[in-house]
DNA sequence: TTCATATTGTAGCCAAAACTACATTTTGAC
DNA sequence: GTCAAAATGTAGTTTTGGCTACAATATGAA
């Protein structure tokens, strides 16, 4: 993937706390909208059958002509296959994806309803959060959840 | 706080559970931007006393070019003023933006910690995590932060 | 005071993500 | 089988956020 981030956190001058506060987000970014993407076309792919450039562009708020670009993107990245008029479908790498961000998400959800958010409030802030959520952190939130099963 | 959202969640075609976990997540990416710079520079500024372009730079890990950029855009959004050679300064919108930020920021990396998470890890994801808490969440943290002392 | 160095600023380029407007293809009703 | 409508695709524009390269300004040592 190598979105952009080349020599980022090479030469950091590492002078005191917030120095590497910063940074990795940038490159985070691009990746976010690729996982929104994965997840929405698995769920549809799952609950529909197939994944039309349409109903991805309409459950995205976004225009189609935005969703068509994104999916070219998604195709560069390995991360699906589309053929004109033919719907979108998932590669191996982008269901995994699609596998790993759907965990991830649901377990997000569980901790912030955990804490006391509404399940409304719970699902449309782990849209944002949940790109944020390092392998450390996710390991904290699953053994939290079951500490207090 | 109102960040950009406007008509985002207006028509949404509301079949299913779906449909409205995304779309904000779009609108919220430059606004993460702008917190993170007044952030930073609100350190700088109590800190050093001064916020200079290439300290901004180095911190954020992006080039100066970027950063001058950036802060061109704070100052756009009446968040911060800055005259050539002279630092960066923020406006009382600024301030007022950055203690929120730092404020929430203190919140979501302590109920991370809270739930296990180590300090290093949770002052890093906090730091992508913090821009996608709403309101309804951060007095959800609060509480459950009382509630547990 | 001069001048090398560090800082700051400017210009120009690129890719991503969004949009609108227009063109093409499919599909379903007839 | 035709043809209109819906879906899909393409083109071109904008803003953001990033970069490198180059120009201008400050600063400090000599």
Redesign the interface.
């Known amino acids: 993937m190598h979105p952009v981030g080349k020599g980022?956190?090479a030469k950091?001058?590492a002078e005191g706390?917030?120095?590497?506060?910063?940074?990795?987000?940038?490159s985070?970014?691009s990746t976010?909208l690729h996982e929104?993407y994965v997840e929405?076309i698995a769920?549809l792919l799952e609950?529909e059958g197939e994944a039309r450039p349409t109903d991805i562009a309409?459950?995205?708020?976004?225009s189609h002509a935005t969703a068509i670009k994104s999916i070219a993107r998604l195709k560069r990245a390995g991360l699906a296959t589309a053929r004109p008029y033919r719907g979108v479908f998932l590669t191996e790498k982008g269901r995994a994806l699609a596998e790993r961000v759907r965990l991830r998400h649901r377990l997000v959800v569980d901790?912030?309803r955990a804490?006391?958010?509404?399940s409304e409030?719970?699902?449309?802030?782990a849209?944002?959060?949940e790109?944020?959520?390092?392998e450390?952190?996710l390991k904290?939130?699953a053994?939290?959840l079951k500490s207090r099963a």
Do not use: N
Request: hydrophobic share 45%; glycine share 10%; no cysteine.
């Open positions: 980022l956190m950091l001058p706390t917030q120095a590497r506060r910063f940074g990795k987000t940038r985070a970014q976010a929104d929405l769920d609950g309409r459950r995205l708020g976004v901790v912030l804490l006391g958010v509404s409030a719970a699902e449309a802030d849209e944002g959060i790109h944020y959520v390092s450390h952190t904290a939130f053994q939290f």
